[in-house]
């Protein structure tokens, strides 16, 4: 599956944001659905990951009650919301999905099927 993400911008601490990306192909709803962010210098780190009917969801901690993800199947996108932003939440964040018919569990784990390019949030206080 390929992935587009969009949504990265500039915005101020306490700001909200909503990351999309699209996928491409008719089993989007085969995969589950991640996001992950990479800040300058530092590796890149799970954020969320959703399950194939959104029925689940997991964050790391420092996300959790701030971000949420969410995914509309018919639309083949996934969303992260993303509120109270701080500026410790400034990177690069990619969508990723899971191969098909894994769970969200193997996105948690960093066996990652696809990638998207990856788009930019700076969170400035």
């Known amino acids: 599956v390929q992935l587009q993400a969009c949504g990265g911008g500039l915005v101020q601490a306490g700001d909200s944001l909503r990351l999309s990306c699209t996928a491409s192909?008719?089993?989007?709803?085969?995969?589950?659905m991640g996001w992950f962010r990479q800040a300058p210098g530092r590796e890149r780190e799970f954020v969320a990951a959703?399950?194939?009917?959104?029925?689940?969801?997991h964050y790391t901690s420092p996300v959790e009650g701030r971000f949420t993800i969410s995914r509309d199947n018919p639309k083949n996108t996934v969303y992260l919301q993303m509120n109270s932003l701080k500026p410790e939440d400034t990177a690069g964040y990619y969508c990723?999905?899971?191969?098909?018919?894994?769970?969200?569990?193997?996105?948690?784990?960093?066996?990652?099927?696809?990638w998207g390019q990856g788009t930019l949030l700076t969170v400035f206080s």
């Open positions: 990723a999905a899971s191969r098909a018919d894994q769970t969200w569990h193997d996105l948690l784990i960093g066996d990652i099927g696809s």
């Open positions: 192909g008719r089993t989007f709803s085969s995969y589950a």
């Open positions: 959703i399950s194939w009917t959104g029925g689940t969801t």
